[in-house]
């Protein structure tokens, strides 16, 4: 049967833009998809850089108004690898013209946005999704089987970390993530991944305690001036969930050393789980009950783990980032098409969002606060 095709328009196509672009191009090859995404318009700021990575990308079209890439009534699905102030406004017009959207994290640059996305995508009944690639681990989805199916018993506790080094220094430039208007600092950037996974695997956050830390108040731009700097550089907070477990969220962007260190303990009155990002194939596991050789085993990535074979065969060969963007691609596909829970909509990304706020608004307030 000749699938139907599914045509895409995607705005932007820096790093983001060419990971959804070559994820919509692997998609229908790694998964039987009963729709062909076809890369329609690609839309960046301005003509010449939109004809560009479209040639590149391998889109039919190119605009360098994404306006007209949203109102193309030939599209089916918008994709937005935008800038973060682009989100809200780009997805409200998608909603609009009746376009199911596929967005990045975070969800918008504010919680007043991110609240009129939600409330947007609830009033026309369209699918949405969110681009947290890492929830899409087929290990991640081990993990939370593990803890739902209670073979760990009660979860006490939950640490979480996202940990990198890009803007270690003084010396790493001013640029849009120091940029408050642009939801910049690493509470928005790197802190929505491990807030949305600490969600996904223990449930939602009943209260927190945060404190943000600006390591490097003044950087230099690109021209060499000086720019004071109004944004995190490291966000810690302590959280209490809903079940009653407590933990700690941490985001930073100065840990140096760092590369890609998302990662968590689960600790539960039966056993424990820990995992990193960075071997993100592998998954440790601790049972209680073995005595003098207890200890924790790992757990390698293999076919039978969610959908890790539709890539490899054979276990401990590992898959990539780029193939987990192929997996978070065919959830917004099947979002598309009908699926319930498929992909985090926009309505569970206003949950990480409210946390996120929550934290701010505990760091100015120095007390606990309810999301």
């Known amino acids: 049967m000749t699938a139907r095709p599914l045509r895409i328009a995607l705005v932007g196509s820096g790093f983001m833009g060419r990971a959804h672009a070559m994820a919509f191009a692997a998609v229908r090859r790694t998964f039987d998809l009963p729709v062909e995404p076809v890369l329609e318009i690609l839309a960046d700021r301005d003509p010449e850089q939109a004809a560009g990575a479209a040639r590149a990308l391998g889109f039919t079209r190119s605009t360098g108004d994404w306006r007209e890439a949203v109102a193309d009534p030939a599209i089916d699905l918008v994709a937005i690898a935008a800038p973060n102030l682009l989100h809200a406004p780009i997805a409200l017009a998608a909603l609009a013209a009746g376009k199911p959207v596929y967005c990045e994290k975070p969800l918008a640059a504010t919680l007043a946005e991110a609240q009129a996305m939600a409330d947007a ?3 026309s009944g369209l699918p949405t999704a969110v681009g947290y690639t890492y929830l899409y681990n087929p290990m991640i989805a081990l993990a939370r089987e593990i803890v739902a199916g209670g073979e760990i018993g009660e979860v006490t506790a939950f640490r979480g970390i996202h940990a990198e080094d890009f803007m270690a220094t003084a010396d790493a430039p001013f640029n849009w993530r120091c940029e408050p208007a642009q939801a910049g600092g690493a509470l928005a950037d790197i802190g929505s991944h491990i807030i949305a996974l600490a969600r996904h695997l223990i449930g939602e956050v009943a209260e927190v305690s945060g404190r943000l830390h600006t390591a490097h108040p003044v950087r230099r731009d690109a021209t060499g001036a000086a720019r004071d700097v109004a944004v995190d550089d490291q966000m810690d907070a302590v959280v209490r969930f809903s079940s009653g477990a407590t933990g700690t969220l941490s985001a930073s962007w100065i840990a140096t050393g760092r590369k890609m260190g998302l990662a968590f303990e ?29 200890g924790f085993t790992t757990i390698m990535a293999g076919p039978g783990h969610g959908e890790y074979g ?5 276990s401990g060969h590992q898959i990539g980032y780029n193939d987990l963007k192929t997996i978070e691609v065919k959830a917004a596909i099947d979002a598309v ?20 706020h929550a934290i ?12």
């Open 121 to 123: 995508a609830a009033a």
């Open 266 to 294: 689960i600790s539960g009155t039966k056993g424990s789980i820990a995992f990193t990002q960075e071997r993100f194939n592998e998954l440790q596991l601790y049972r209680e009950g073995a005595g003098l050789r207890s």
């Open 310 to 314: 539709a890539f490899c065969p054979a």
């Open 337 to 356: 098409l009908g699926i319930p829970g498929a992909a985090k909509n926009f309505a569970d990304a206003l949950r990480t969002e409210r946390v996120a």
């Open 360 to 371: 701010r608004a505990s760091h100015a307030e120095r007390r606990w606060v309810e999301p």
